[in-house]
């Protein structure tokens, strides 16, 4: 074999070497590129995912689909610090609202603690909630203050009742136009056998008890014992 001859099949093996070197390389390089890319995508496809489930709780919220939002967070894995801090205030609130439902006001206002969330659809449904308990804590209170106003004054009429003296002491207090006003008012003509027996009074509010007597006047049944008020001309059955 001649000297030119080798030359040339050396060559040609380098170049196939150079060849299959550089292909190896390259190869190499869009691995470690596909392996780079897939695993910096992983976190942004989580996060893409958070961020999807905060805005539709917060459409829900809107909606007024507290249960459906607090769902929606939870079915999230590795949610982020904004869905988690939603998901505790909807976890609050929802506790609020069955106390609420259940008449448990003070319950209700317990459970309404601090928000964690930045949410503007939570804070404006935590505002109305709490709005909504304090209109109910107001009103029954004041149902509870009337009820026992009501009661006591119903004790006071049946104690005057039982007591002629006091009875008689009133009765030298009250005018006789008093006692017309509130028999015109209410109707209580003597001409239909109906008496007026003040029993109590308290400035310009009265306590009258009313009776009818039948038509031989043997039997006078009792009507009521109402509550007048001279000025304002309100009254209320006591009894």
């Known amino acids: 074999m001649s000297s030119k001859f080798k030359k040339v ?3 040609t093996a380098a170049l196939t070497m150079s060849v299959l070197l550089a292909a190896c390389g390259s190869q190499q390089s869009t691995t470690t590129k596909s392996t780079s890319s897939s695993s910096s995508s992983a976190p942004q496809t989580a996060e893409s995912e958070s961020t999807k489930a905060y ?3 917060n459409k829900m919220i809107r909606n007024h689909d507290y249960q459906g939002a607090y769902d929606r967070l939870n ?3 590795n949610g982020s610090t904004q869905t988690k801090n939603l998901s505790t205030d909807l976890k609050n609130y929802l506790n609020a609202q069955e106390a ?3 008449g448990d006001y003070d319950g209700a206002a317990g459970n309404l603690k601090e928000l964690k969330s930045t949410s503007p659809a939570m804070k404006n449904a935590y505002a109305a909630l709490q709005d909504k308990i304090t209109s109910a804590k ?4 004041s149902a509870t203050s009337s009820s026992t106003g009501a009661v006591s004054s119903s004790a006071v009429a049946k104690s005057s009742t039982s007591t002629p003296a006091a009875n008689a002491a009133v009765s030298s207090e009250t005018s006789e ?3 017309n006003n509130f028999a015109n008012k209410m109707g209580f003509d003597g001409a239909k056998g109906y ?3 003040p029993v109590a009074k308290n400035g310009s509010v009265y306590q009258f008890e009313v009776r009818q007597n039948n038509e031989d006047n043997t039997v006078a049944s009792m009507i009521g014992i109402y509550q007048y008020n001279s000025q304002t001309g309100a009254v209320s059955k006591l009894q």
Not at 138 to 141: E, I, L, N, R
């Open 9 to 11: 099949i050396v060559g």
């Open 55 to 57: 805005r539709s709780a």
């Open 75 to 77: 079915a999230v894995n």
């Open 100 to 102: 609420y439902n259940n």
């Open 138 to 141: 107001k009103g029954s209170s």
């Open 177 to 179: 136009s008093v006692v």
């Open 195 to 197: 008496e007026i027996i």
